[in-house]
């Protein structure tokens, strides 16, 4: 089991905005800022936003990523095909002498 | 844009020390901002973080607790690259193996096979 919880799917058809949630605790997202990872098949992770919301140059403004107290959200607009891909949340976390903590990822379809 | 470049051998005898390779180019790796971590994929653990070196006037390291006892990460200034280093390995270990500067960029990935 994962310390970050995301949903495990999400879906939209092109076009729709959909979002995927990330959910912590105060030791990690309360703490730390949030990064967001799309990985394609068969591909290493990228990154996709880095401190919470600052999106690496190269990657579009449909991506954007939001934190509130131990929760964070990525939110993609203007779905399209090539999106699908899984998505994963990560974050510093401060117990056990720190470490950085993922979640199990979200698998996402356009349908 | 800094480029992460992994080597390393993709099989590993149970018991020996897997050791990967991965080289920087467009930063240093004694960057006093940079931190460069190793993580591991597998199905049934998912991403887990191993460890990660950085450079803040002196080394610092920083490893993960399933791993601790069995692992070293070092850095290589003049081929601007660090390593990672796993001992007594077991078929557990079998994963794909990724350097990352994790707010920046990750290695192209190295599946290690852990068997005889």
Redesign the interface.
Same mark, same amino acid.
């Given at each position: 089991q994962s310390v970050l919880t995301q949903p495990p799917s999400a879906s939209g058809t092109p076009g729709q905005r959909v979002t995927i949630s990330c959910s912590g605790s105060s030791s990690n997202i309360g703490r730390n800022t949030v990064n967001w990872y799309q990985q394609l098949p068969g591909t290493a992770p990228k990154v996709l936003i880095y401190r919470n919301d600052q999106r690496p140059s190269g990657v579009p403004d449909r991506f954007s990523g939001s934190k509130s107290g131990t929760s964070a959200s990525l939110a993609i607009s203007g779905l399209q095909s090539e999106d699908e891909a899984d998505y994963y949340c990560a974050a510093w976390d401060d117990r056990l002498n720190g470490r950085w903590v993922f979640g199990g990822g979200t698998k996402l379809t356009v349908l | 844009?800094v480029h992460l470049q992994q080597s390393g051998p993709g099989l590993v005898n149970p018991s020996q020390t897997l050791s990967l390779t991965c080289a920087i180019s467009g930063d240093s790796v004694s960057s006093n901002s940079a931190t460069w971590?190793w993580?591991r994929q597998s199905p049934s653990r $998912?991403?887990?973080?191993l460890g990660?070196t950085y450079f803040r006037s002196k080394w610092n390291n920083?490893y993960?607790?399933s791993v601790k006892s069995r692992i070293t990460i070092n850095s290589d200034t003049s081929k601007n690259q660090f390593s990672l280093h796993l001992n007594s390995v077991t078929p557990e270990d079998t994963a794909v193996y990724?350097c990352?500067d994790?707010?920046?960029?990750? $290695?192209?990935?190295t599946l290690v096979t852990v068997s005889s």
């Open positions: - | 844009q971590n993580i $998912g991403l887990e973080w990660r920083g993960g607790e990724y990352a994790l707010d920046r960029a990750w $290695g192209q990935g």
